[in-house]
């Protein structure tokens, strides 16, 4: 991305002597293409389609897009590419491949994410000298360098997709249930701390502590956010004994409140 934002209007210009309008514009419809591909990437995501999927789709496209760019002479092909171009190497491709890895060692993610981050600003210093370098024999060298970043761009998820690939099997699926879960209990535990304030509030404001409107909302919106209908009356039924015991919680308090005040 970086070697294209830097070298696309010179190397159009220079190798292929296209007009300067169609050499920004190459530019203009690589930028266009990633705003595309951040909004299509979001709805793969939610769809639950596999990162490693979506990392060897785009860098694939990204391959083939570039080698058009790189070489080829007619306009119309070029901007086609420039936009293909933008939508698989720019469009989200960097979170989704931070996701996978958090994914991978989410005991560590903090340090997985800084590792991370610090390779993208070492990309960010050394491909502007290595081109700069290449660029003085010619523009064309500096640019078929990102052709190079590609393929080992698409050696390297390869890689990844064959290491981090496991068989279905028990035992694999129950390790992956224990990992949901423990995001699940993190989230439940912010949630009672939140019922228990939300509960304070009612009390204060000698608010009874079941709201049905509020708990139809919650059970409407889960019925809307499910991705899988078939999901949807099981989700509600869990929801249903969550605000039930969230109830219960705030009833304790209640209790333990006024025996402190009758003490």
């Keep these: 991305m970086i070697l294209y934002t830097q070298w696309i209007s010179l190397f159009a210009t220079k190798t292929f002597h296209f007009n ?10 690589y930028s266009i293409g990633s705003i595309s591909g951040v909004i299509i990437i979001f709805i793969l995501l939610k769809r639950a389609i596999a990162e490693t999927k979506i990392l060897i789709f785009m860098n694939v496209g990204s391959l083939l897009a570039l080698s058009i760019i ?5 306009a119309g092909l070029s901007m086609i590419a420039a936009f293909i171009f933008g939508f698989t190497a720019a469009g989200g491709v ?12 989410p005991q560590i993610k903090g340090r997985i ?23 003085q024999q010619s523009i064309a060298q500096a640019m078929r360098f990102d052709l190079v970043i590609g393929l080992v ?3 390297l998820i390869s890689i990844t997709s064959w290491a981090v690939y496991t068989p279905s099997s028990l035992n694999h699926e129950r390790k992956r249930i224990n990992q949901i879960d423990q995001h699940i209990i993190h989230l439940l535990n912010q ?3 939140t019922v228990k304030a939300i509960g304070n509030l009612k009390q204060q404001q000698q ?54 005040n009758n003490d």
């Design 20 to 29: 300067s309008v169609l050499a920004h514009w190459l530019l203009s419809l």
């Design 94 to 105: 960097l979170q989704v491949g931070l996701n996978l890895f958090v994914k991978l060692y």
């Design 207 to 260: 608010l009874p502590i079941l709201d049905q409107e509020r708990e139809n909302d919650i059970l409407n919106l889960v019925a809307q956010k499910s991705c899988h209908p078939e999901h949807t009356q099981y989700m509600q039924i869990i929801y249903q004994s969550i605000m039930a015991n969230s109830r219960a919680y705030q009833h304790k308090n209640h209790s333990d409140k006024e025996n402190v």
């Design 113 to 135: 994410t800084g590792i991370y981050f610090t390779f993208g600003s070492l990309a960010s210093f050394t491909i502007p000298l290595i081109t700069g370098w290449l660029s």
């Design 153 to 155: 761009g698409l050696l």
């Design 70 to 74: 790189c070489y080829s002479q007619l």
């Design 191 to 193: 949630r009672f701390d």
